[in-house]
């Protein structure tokens, strides 16, 4: 799950990230590296220029060809799409940094031509910077499950429950998915795992020809990082981990889902502070929702609940604002401050019988099909979910009674309750043994990663890792959402190698 500022993401299934789902970046045919099929180094990439207005001058292109499954590596072959921009002071350079993109369905290729610019300043030549599509996303190897229009709707595609708490809706589409992802997403779909972005990672590392990797992974990319420093802990260089989540190898994706409804409910009050600010009014803004700061939450709560009743025509043709739209809008918006003054608005426009709602971006129209596949596979296939509806309605309805924020969203039946796959990886444990080289940053107030499942990643690290806690709300905190102390010591620690002693709180 990756969000970064100022950049509309739409969320995906899990709010381990509201991750953006970003498009492909198309390069002219690049020759494409072909590893030596038997876990040797690949003969290396060929790049070709692909800078992006705005992004950083000289980003460059390539493919690499990855085994699309590794237990027959000398089989077929799925093309992952990578990046680079090299260091602009080749005497400074001391190694590869590797951006990690959350998700999953996160789109490297994108995020450096967003952030290349912000992280080549901070890093000031030390090092190369590349990163990937993983397969499934953008312009790497992809999969269609085939899926209705109606079904790619994030407000559909995530399971909120019916207004007075019924599923019978989200069971039906669940199957439906899940069946149709089976019929037509074929090897490619069921490849899409964790385990094999680590062993793409790996093979990466190998076409680079790097002895080991320095890395910065964010929302999904933490588990993703974690998980190959546990497994290729001699290739870890200097190893951040920004916005982590439980790393519990029993729940996996299911526990951070779970989650989420205690996450939102710990950063909503930073939503409901700056909405009661006399500020939103006094600048001119006209956004000011309430007298009180306490009076915030129940107005959301009562307007969703209108909503639910009679949903509002709004700005898109045939597609009003629902209670459960509104919602989702908020799981998305809560991931940066600087999105607030659209919930606003909404908020305001749900509430004036004169205004028509403007629907932001990921709730108004549905995602690619291609979008939806790599986020449920890799959701599904990393790990076998209750198949008991009767288990997902109990879970369902104790959490809406506790969190009605998020109305019993996070822990309803899904399509993973009806996939089908072999389950061939179990998912890895990650524990204190490696190397003492991993730097974790993470906000007290995430509505993503909270910071409760982060401190269960610090545990599991033991004294592999140091924790940098910034008093923030929001998701991604490195050149992101975070503030100058946290940004000083990830910058200081991949350009030195100096690491606090211990754990580290930077104030807001």
Known sequence: MTTYRNHSQRALLLALSAAAVAGSLTVAGPAVARGDGGGGGGRGIVWVPCAQAGGPVGQECGQLEVPLDYRRPGGEKVTLAVSRVRSERPEARRGVLLMIPGGPGGSGVQALARKGKALQGEMDGAYDIVSFDPRGVGGSTTASCGLDVDDRYLANLRSWPGADGQIGENV???????????????????????????????????????????????????YIGAVYAQKYPQRTDRWVLDSSGDPDHTRVEQGWMANTSQAVEDRFPDFAAWAADPARDAEGEGLRL????????????????????????????????????????????????????QLARLVQAAQDPAATPVLTPEIAQPLRDEDAAVTMGVVCNDIRWPASVGEYARAMKEDRARYPLTAGMPRNVGPCAFWKSDYADKPTRITDRGPSNILMIQSLRDPSTPYFGGLKMREALGDRARLVTVDQGGHGMYLGNGNACGNIKVTTFLKTGERPEGDVYCAS
């Open 172 to 222: 039906a589409r669940s199957r439906r998915t899940a069946e149709a992802c089976a019929e037509n997403g074929g090897a490619v779909l069921r490849s899409f795992t964790s385990a094999n972005e680590v062993r793409d990672i790996e093979r990466f590392r190998q076409a680079l020809g790097e002895e080991k990797l320095s890395a910065w992974g964010t929302s999904y990319g933490t």
């Open 290 to 341: 309430a007298e009180q700061a306490e009076d915030v939450r129940p107005l959301f709560l009562a307007v969703a609940a209108r909503l639910d009743r009679a949903p509002k025509e709004s700005t898109t043709e045939g597609n009003p604002l629902t209670g459960n739209m509104l919602r989702q809008a908020f799981l998305n918006g809560l991931y940066s401050d600087s999105v607030f003054p």
